[in-house]
């Protein structure tokens, strides 16, 4: 079955930077949309980023553009998410996301996701 399992999480200072990576096994991604979401305490669940695994275009919020950077190493099957310029509002659990085959098109709301993993803790602190 398919599986996702982020790791990369952590505490740092506001302004640093942090790589989180997406493994995924259980079948071939291919035009899959891989997708980072993050979830602060009481507050809903977000999209931050994605990436379709194929053609390799990617979106990302307004609130994270020019500081996150989404990319997937096929040969290692994993998927990283580059967060750099980190503020204390990028606080939250990041979890990692598959959609299945849409073509160009990425997904950018949770419910059209269907593969997800278990999530990993960012904290940074001011």
């Known amino acids: 079955q398919v599986q996702l399992v982020e790791s990369g999480g952590g505490l740092v200072q506001a302004g640093g930077s942090l790589r989180l990576s997406c493994a995924a096994s259980?079948?071939?991604?291919?035009?899959?949309?891989m997708g980072w979401f993050r979830q602060a305490p009481g507050k809903e669940r977000e999209f931050v980023a994605a990436?379709?695994?194929?053609?390799?275009?990617?979106y990302y919020a307004d609130s994270v553009k020019g500081r996150f950077t989404i990319s997937r190493d096929s040969a290692k099957n994993t998927v990283y998410l580059e967060m750099n310029s980190l503020k204390p509002e990028d606080t939250a659990i990041y979890y990692c996301?598959?959609?299945?085959?849409?073509?160009?098109?990425?997904?950018?709301?949770?419910?059209?996701?269907?593969?997800w993993g278990q999530g990993t803790q960012v904290t940074v602190s001011s």
């Open positions: 996301a598959a959609s299945k085959p849409g073509g160009y098109y990425i997904p950018r709301l949770g419910s059209e996701y269907d593969y």
């Open positions: 259980g079948r071939t991604f291919s035009n899959y949309a």
């Open positions: 990436i379709n695994w194929s053609y390799g275009n990617t």
